[in-house]
């Protein structure tokens, strides 16, 4: 079964700490996405990797950044921890699907780490 | 950029009855339209999309329409039943981004 695995389920973390959070996929896949979600916000793009070493950023950057040294690890890291970071954080990959056409991406969401910044 | 927008918010249903879910988005260059599920501590799962080109995309229980001239999708559920109780998420692919929704939390009542 497909997987994309987020190592931390539910973090507490003070003001000003540096923050790591870390996402495994086994699908072999190209794409990554770290998105959080927010209530009547939706799910918002952070950034987004489509290669080894390579990044984009998406919508809301600010205050984030990210790492991609191996195919399969992407990890998002906040570097100054804020309390308005507070929030749920989703990794998801995908790969390009042939039945559903160009630009089809579907994405596999992990379960998502819910973090607390105190 | 793209911008999408969904409603209602939430949707309370008795079994068996029809749900809908109603989604717009802003620019016309979007191309792609998928539906994701989210369960109660689960991350979101995709049930459903269709492309630029479809107007209707039917599933078992679960449809899609595409009105590309106004702007507008939408997501049925027929004979509801209490484990489609769960978030709905639409969303937009424009280049090589995907947009979501604000969601919608459907309640589907025994």
């Known amino acids: ?118 | 950029g793209e911008n999408v927008e969904q409603h209602p918010s939430t949707l309370s249903v008795q079994e068996g009855d029809s749900a809908v879910i109603k989604c717009t988005y802003s620019d016309s260059a979007s191309n792609y339209f998928p539906w994701y599920k989210q369960e109660l501590g689960k991350g979101p799962q995709l049930i459903i999309d269709i492309r630029s080109n479809v107007g209707e995309k039917k599933d078992q229980r679960i449809a899609v329409t595409l009105n590309k001239t106004a702007k507008h999708f939408s997501l049925h559920i027929t004979e509801t039943q209490p484990e489609d109780s769960a978030v709905y998420f639409c969303a937009a692919r424009l280049y090589q981004k995907l947009v979501f929704g604000t969601g919608t939390r459907l309640l589907v009542s025994p």
């Open chain 1, 1 to 118: 079964d497909v997987k994309v695995t987020q190592s931390s389920r539910y973090l507490v973390k003070r003001t000003g700490e540096k923050v790591f959070l870390e996402c495994v996929q086994d699908m072999d896949h190209e794409n990554m996405f770290w998105y959080r979600q927010d209530p009547g916000l939706g799910l918002r793009l952070i950034y987004f990797s489509y290669d080894v070493k390579m990044k984009e950023k998406g919508d809301i950057p600010e205050g984030y950044s990210v790492s991609r040294e191996k195919k399969e690890r992407f990890s998002l890291i906040l570097e100054s921890a804020s309390t308005n970071q507070t929030s749920m954080y989703l990794c998801a990959s995908s790969s390009p699907s042939r039945d559903r056409g160009a630009g089809a991406n579907v994405l596999t969401f992990g379960a998502g780490s819910r973090l607390t910044v105190l």
